[in-house]
């Protein structure tokens, strides 16, 4: 099966934060296809950039690029025409305006595949289509 990450949940993974054996066990499992979005790339590098985001030390010295496809065995998946024009479909949801978390909600409806992610306001979006795992 093929899973798309959060940002949330790729930075919890590149830093050691919390997350459900549930999730690690799909993560892991080598016959899923785990996908990080190029948008998610762009909020990690700036978030590692404005020093707020320190990755294991493993994992600092590492191509963004090296970091996904290598040491996590993880695929990207990058952002295409399609996808933008299903964020601008997408319906704002009360409480909810990041565009990157748009985005990448965008991509899995176009794609069809679940998200996980922990983000709260998430669940907001399943009346639209989105299958989410909630990393709890």
């Given at each position: 099966?093929?899973?798309?990450?959060?940002?949330?949940?790729?930075i919890d993974m590149v830093?050691?934060?919390?997350?459900?054996?549930?999730i690690l066990r799909l993560t892991t499992d080598y016959e899923n296809l785990i996908y990080v979005s190029s948008e998610s790339l762009k909020e990690y590098i700036h978030l590692v950039q404005a020093e707020k985001v320190i990755p294991k030390k493993d994992y600092r010295l590492l191509d963004v690029f090296d970091l996904v496809e290598n040491a996590l065995g993880f695929n990207v998946k990058y952002v295409t025409k399609e996808h933008l024009r299903t964020f601008v479909k997408l319906e704002l949801v009360e409480g909810h305006k990041d565009p990157s978390d748009r985005l990448i909600i965008a991509q899995a409806l176009t794609e069809k595949m679940p998200l996980i992610s922990s983000d709260t306001k998430f669940p907001k979006y399943r009346k639209q289509g989105l299958d989410l795992i909630f990393n709890q």
């Open positions: 099966m093929r899973y798309l990450l959060d940002t949330n949940i790729f830093t050691d934060d919390y997350i459900s054996t549930d």
